[in-house]
């Protein structure tokens, strides 16, 4: 598959190099995580990369753009080397309509520290790196888009593929006789498709736009394959990432009010089948969000409020399978209880782990973030501070950084990741290895 991608790359040198645009670039960096909780790894991850991007257009009727990462190094005690081709994608555009094919990063929805509306776009949630924007992985996609008004653009895109999101799960210590097998990379099958509708609208002072998405949700859910309790003490457990279908609606608005940018959204997220039979299949829930920019002076500030309730909930059962010691005299009670079923025990915790991941272990949640940056010295140095929390898991993350640019071209980031949660919650159990302090030097050109 890297191979085809390589090859789009070189069509691109191909086309006609007359009234062409062709702009090359890129970035080489280096970064190091230290960690700074209680990860048996002091060097939580130490990497190199490089990025090379091509921009060809003749900027009239076509455009292809790929952009191409390499990295080598380790992180969470295992080597990390990869090539990654990024993005790879070529469009033709006229007037009023475009079409355009590849793997591309597709962002929908208009909110910033949670966008429920972004369905196109996998995200590698272990990945460090001082750049989240480096943790979107994009979609092969095929996007027709058509603007009968100037104010209006209408899109229909479709994946005949399923690329899912990298879960934090890898450094989890999971016991010996608890085996997790996740999906990686594009794969191809039934049910593993997705198409959406998004319009928008564009008037004075005020963008909205109403969408739908049809097929695998980017996040895979944990099935349970398998569970032998013949040694009690040691139970083993077989469990597998697989895709589940979602129908999901929204609508979002971005507006200027004064010298504030105010941001909206409402989205109902629906999966298809029967939850109370499958596992893997989350709640459907309804979801909002409430956001603000506000740039006083030389301040940028970011604002945003989240909410969501949980639709047709019911209390977990059981604890999560993921993240807690098994509790051998509540098993060996459980196990005295007339008709129990250690099997179906064993799924409901696999639901139960679900649900933690997928923040749908109450039936309400609400959750705010909030980033301050600083732009000091003419544009060379950058202080920033981003802060999320959820009221209703207290889970935790605060991200201090600074940034400083001796030149243009350089880049030196240092700051750290603090992450905290309640006992048993999501961030309890990430917290040891996730938890560092982070620096890199990058180079663009």
């Known amino acids: 598959m890297k191979f085809r991608y390589i090859s789009l790359l070189l069509l691109l040198f191909t086309l006609p190099l007359s009234s062409q645009s062709v702009s090359f670039g890129g970035f080489i960096r280096s970064g190091l995580y230290l960690s700074a909780g209680d990860y048996d790894q002091d060097i939580n991850s130490l990497f190199a990369d490089i990025s090379l991007i091509t921009d060809v257009s003749d900027n009239k009727v076509y455009r292809g753009f790929a952009d191409i990462r390499a990295r080598t190094g380790q992180q969470f005690g295992e080597n990390s080397d990869f090539l990654l081709v990024r993005e790879a994608w070529c469009s033709y555009y006229s007037k009023g309509f475009a079409i355009s094919a590849g793997k591309k990063i597709l962002k929908w929805g208009k909110s910033d520290f949670y966008t429920p509306l972004s369905k196109f776009n996998p995200i590698d949630y272990s990945l460090r790196t001082p750049d989240r924007e480096d943790a979107d992985m994009g979609e092969i996609i095929f996007e027709v888009s058509v603007t009968p008004l100037p104010a209006v653009k209408l899109s229909l895109v479709a994946s005949p593929l399923w690329n899912p999101s990298v879960m934090i799960t890898k450094p989890l210590k999971l016991g010996d006789n608890i085996h997790l097998t996740l999906p990686e990379g594009f794969l191809a099958g039934n049910g593993y498709y997705s198409y959406g509708f998004r319009a928008d609208f564009t008037m004075k002072g005020v963008d909205w736009g109403l969408q739908w998405f049809h097929g695998a949700d980017p996040m895979p859910g944990l099935q349970l394959d398998s569970a032998d309790f013949s040694d009690l003490l040691n139970p083993d457990i077989t469990m597998s990432g697989v895709p589940y279908i979602i ?92 008709g129990f079923d250690p099997v179906e025990f064993a799924r409901l915790q696999v639901e139960a782990s679900n649900r933690l991941y997928n923040y749908q272990m109450k039936e309400f949640y609400n959750s705010a973030g909030l980033r301050i940056e600083l732009d000091a010295l003419y544009g060379r140095l950058m202080p920033s501070f981003t802060c999320m ?26 700051g750290m990741e603090y992450y905290s949660g309640s ?12 938890n560092a302090a982070f620096f890199s030097i990058r180079v663009d050109f």
């Open 247 to 338: 129908n999901s609606y929204g609508a979002d608005f971005e507006a200027s009010v004064s010298s504030f940018v105010v941001r909206g959204t409402l989205s109902l997220f629906r999966p298809e089948g029967i939850k109370s039979e499958n596992e893997e299949i989350p709640f459907s829930q309804l979801e909002w969000v409430a956001g603000i920019d506000w740039n006083p002076g030389t301040f940028h500030i970011t604002g945003e409020y989240s909410g969501k309730k949980i639709l047709d909930y019911y209390k977990p059962p059981y604890d999560p399978l993921l993240g807690t010691e098994p509790d051998i005299a509540q098993l060996a009670e459980l196990f005295m209880t007339p």
């Open 423 to 434: 006992q048993g919650g999501l961030y309890d159990i990430i917290d040891d290895f996730m």
């Open 389 to 414: 929390y959820n009221f209703t898991a207290h889970d935790l993350v605060l991200i201090p950084s600074v940034k400083y640019k001796p030149s243009d071209s350089i880049s030196i980031v240092a």
